[in-house]
C-alpha cells in the first residue's frame, strides 16, 4: 500500500434505521476503501435474539441495504456486516441472507460473499464450563451448565479475526453474526496493517454512524480516515459538524468506563488520548494505547424463555381510587389468586407513580390527576397467560373500595380488544466471557456467491 | 439566606442514562465548557453514597463514577435492579433513568 490512509464509511449507525441519501453520496465522493455497517445490539432487549427475530423492519433493511450494495457495486469495494439481523444468531443470519439474496437476484448483482456464523453450541460451552474457562461479565454469577440448557440460543461476540479472515478468502460483500461493533469498520485497516489501537478507536466512533456528529438527530452516516498515527473523523452530512465535544462524548456512550475499552483479546487505553479540531467539521484522534488481554476471551450472550406474555392497557381518572391504588391492585391481585393460587407472575405498571424507574423511583406520590396501568401476566403456556390477565383485568374493572362513587367500572380501556397477547417473553441469561485458544474457532466461515 | 444552589441539569449541557449492557445502567454529566466542569468536579458534590440515595441503592451497586476530561465529563455507572426486559422491569433501553441525577441540587453560584 503506497498512501498510509484508508477511508471507512459507515453509511448509518444500525443497519436498517435508515441512510439519508444526501449523506450516502457525500460519503461515497469521498472514495471510502470499505462501507462496514453494524446491524445488532442487545439494547432492545433480549426477545429478539430469543425469538430469531430481527428489531428492524424489513422493508426498511432492505431499502438500506440496497443502497450500500449499489454503492459497492458502483465502486467495487467490500463491505462488512457485523451482528446481521441483530441478534446476530443462526437465524437472525439466516433473515439477512434472504433479504441480500433477494436484491441481488433482482438487481444481477454477483458478490464473492462470506457467511459468518456466531451461534455457539451449548455442549462446547458447558466443556468450558467444566475447564473453568467462563466468568461473570456485570454479574456475580458464574455460569453454570444448567443456565446453559435452559438457554433457547447463545451467541459470541466475534473479534476482528473472521472479518480477516474473509477478506484473506477475497470475500467482497461479509455477512457476520454477532460481532463486536467495530469490528466489520476496522478489520479492513487492521488488516493493512494501521495501528491497531487507532483502528479500533476509530471503529467504535463509526460504529453508531453519525451519532458521533452534532446535532445529534436521526440515523446518519460518518466518515473515517485512518492514517499512521492518527484517525480523523467527519459527517459527510454537511448540515453536521464532528466537533472535540462530540466525539469525546461519544466515547461514553454505553461504555462503563470510558479509558478503558474492552474487546476481544484486549482493550484500548484512552488516557493519553487527544482529540483535536482541525477544520469546522473534522476532528482528529491520536494517542490511543492497545493493551493485549493475558488471555484471549469472547464475550457470550444468551437468552432464555420465561413464559409467555399477555397484557392489557387501561387507564384510571377516579381521584378516590388513585389515593388508594395500592390497596386496589393488591385486592386484584388477591382475587386472582383465589382462582389461580399459582404458575404465572402478574405484575402492574402504575405509570403516574413508578411506571418508568420502578424500584429505582424515589418519588413516592402520585401528583397527576390520572394514571396509566399496564396489567401483565407471564405464565408458561399461552392459554394459562391469557386466562389470568382475563381474570385480573375483569376483577380490575368491577373490584369495589372504600368510598367508591363510580359503580360501573374502575378501569378506562382504550382498545378493543382489551387483551394483547405480546407472545413469548425472554430474559438475558448468559452474559459471560469464555477464554478461547483461537480467536477463529467459534465462528465458521462459508463462502457463497450472491 | 444559605448558599445558592442549582440542580445539575441547569449546569450541564446534558444529563443522560443509557445501558451499558443489560445488567448496567450508565448516567453521564456532560458539561458545556471546561470552566463549569473544572468548576463541578472542585465541588466533590457526588459520591457512591449520594449517588445511591437518589436512586434507592446500597453504595456498591454504585460501581463507578468517572470524570473524563475530554468531554468535560462525569460519568457513574451502576448495577440495574433488574435485567434488561427482564420480568417486572420497565426501561429496556435505561434511557429514562437520569432524572433524579438531572434534579439533584449542590451548592452554585451563579458567577
Redesign the interface.
Same mark, same amino acid.
Given at each position: 500500500m503506497s498512501a498510509r490512509r484508508m477511508t471507512i464509511l459507515a453509511p448509518e449507525g444500525m443497519l436498517g434505521y435508515g441512510i439519508p441519501p444526501r449523506s450516502m453520496a457525500e460519503g461515497m465522493r469521498r472514495n471510502p476503501d470499505a462501507l462496514a455497517v453494524d446491524a445488532g445490539s442487545?439494547?432492545?432487549?433480549?426477545?429478539y435474539l430469543g425469538a430469531g427475530l430481527p428489531f428492524t423492519n424489513r422493508r426498511a433493511f432492505k431499502r438500506d441495504l440496497s443502497m450500500i450494495l449499489e454503492a459497492a457495486q458502483a465502486r467495487r469495494i467490500p463491505v462488512l456486516i457485523g451482528s446481521a439481523g441483530g441478534g446476530g444468531g443462526t437465524p437472525h443470519l439466516e433473515w439477512t441472507l434472504d433479504v441480500y439474496q433477494e436484491i441481488c437476484r433482482e438487481r444481477g448483482y454477483r458478490f464473492r460473499t462470506a457467511v459468518i456464523g456466531a451461534e455457539v453450541d451449548k455442549d462446547w460451552i458447558k466443556a468450558q464450563i467444566a475447564r473453568g474457562r467462563t466468568s461473570p461479565? *456485570?454479574?456475580d454469577t458464574p455460569l453454570r451448565a444448567a443456565e446453559v440448557d435452559r438457554s433457547t440460543r447463545i451467541v459470541a461476540q466475534m473479534g476482528y479475526e473472521p472479518f480477516m479472515r474473509a477478506l484473506d478468502m477475497d470475500a467482497k460483500v461479509v455477512i457476520a453474526g454477532r460481532a463486536y461493533d467495530p469490528a466489520p469498520i476496522g478489520a479492513l485497516p487492521m488488516r493493512a496493517g494501521f495501528d491497531r489501537a487507532l483502528v479500533i478507536h476509530m471503529g467504535k466512533i463509526l460504529e453508531c454512524g453519525g451519532a458521533a456528529a452534532y446535532p445529534r438527530h436521526g440515523s446518519d452516516s460518518l466518515l473515517g480516515f485512518i492514517e499512521e498515527d492518527a484517525f480523523i473523523v467527519e459527517p459527510p452530512n454537511p448540515d453536521k459538524v464532528c466537533t472535540?465535544?462530540s466525539v469525546?462524548?461519544h466515547?461514553?456512550?454505553?461504555?462503563? *468506563?470510558?479509558?478503558l475499552l474492552h474487546l476481544p483479546g484486549g482493550a484500548i487505553d484512552?488516557t493519553r488520548?487527544?482529540?483535536e479540531q482541525i477544520s469546522a467539521r473534522q476532528v482528529r484522534v491520536r494517542g490511543t494505547r492497545y493493551v493485549k488481554a493475558p488471555q484471549y476471551t469472547l464475550k457470550l450472550e444468551g437468552v432464555r424463555r420465561?413464559g409467555y406474555r399477555t397484557l392489557a392497557i387501561a387507564g384510571v381518572r377516579d381521584p378516590v381510587l388513585i389515593s388508594q391504588i395500592d390497596a386496589y391492585l393488591e385486592n386484584i391481585r388477591t382475587r386472582v389468586a383465589e382462582t389461580y393460587p399459582d404458575g404465572y407472575?402478574l405484575?402492574f405498571?402504575v405509570y403516574g407513580r413508578?411506571?418508568?424507574?420502578?424500584?429505582?423511583?424515589?418519588v413516592k406520590e402520585i401528583r397527576s390527576h390520572e394514571v396509566g396501568l399496564v396489567i401483565e401476566v407471564?405464565a408458561d403456556d399461552p392459554d394459562t397467560s391469557a386466562a389470568v390477565l382475563a381474570l385480573a383485568r375483569s376483577a380490575g374493572l368491577h373490584v369495589t373500595y372504600p368510598g367508591r362513587k363510580a359503580i360501573a367500572g374502575n378501569l378506562a380501556f382504550p382498545f378493543s380488544p382489551s387483551d394483547i397477547k405480546a407472545g413469548e417473553?425472554?430474559?438475558?441469561n448468559v452474559?459471560h466471557l469464555v477464554v478461547v485458544d483461537d480467536p477463529l474457532e467459534l465462528f465458521p466461515i462459508e463462502i457463497i456467491e450472491s | 439566606m444559605g448558599p445558592m444552589r442549582r440542580t445539575i441539569g441547569e449546569i450541564a449541557a446534558?444529563v443522560t442514562s443509557?445501558?451499558?449492557?443489560?445488567?448496567?445502567l450508565?448516567l453521564?454529566i456532560?458539561f458545556p465548557d471546561r470552566a463549569t466542569y473544572e468548576r463541578f468536579k472542585a465541588l466533590k458534590a457526588l459520591d457512591r453514597v449520594t449517588i445511591a440515595g437518589?436512586?434507592?441503592?446500597m453504595a456498591e451497586d454504585v460501581?463507578?463514577i468517572?470524570e473524563?476530561d475530554?468531554?468535560?465529563?462525569v460519568?457513574i455507572?451502576m448495577?440495574r435492579?433488574?435485567?434488561?426486559?427482564?420480568?417486572?422491569?420497565?426501561?429496556?433501553?435505561g434511557a429514562?433513568?437520569h432524572?433524579?441525577l438531572m434534579e439533584h441540587a449542590v451548592a452554585w453560584e451563579d458567577t
Open positions: 442487545t439494547d432492545p432487549g433480549p426477545y461479565l *456485570d454479574l472535540v465535544a469525546a462524548a466515547t461514553l456512550y454505553e461504555k462503563a *468506563d470510558p479509558y484512552l488520548t487527544t482529540f420465561v407472575r405484575i405498571h413508578d411506571g418508568v424507574m420502578g424500584r429505582l423511583e424515589q407471564v417473553a425472554y430474559e438475558f452474559h | 446534558f443509557k445501558n451499558a449492557g443489560p445488567f448496567l450508565t453521564d456532560v437518589l436512586y434507592g441503592l460501581l463507578k468517572i473524563f475530554p468531554a468535560y465529563a460519568k455507572t448495577r435492579p433488574i435485567g434488561s426486559g427482564a420480568l417486572g422491569e420497565s426501561d429496556v433501553y429514562q433513568q432524572v433524579p
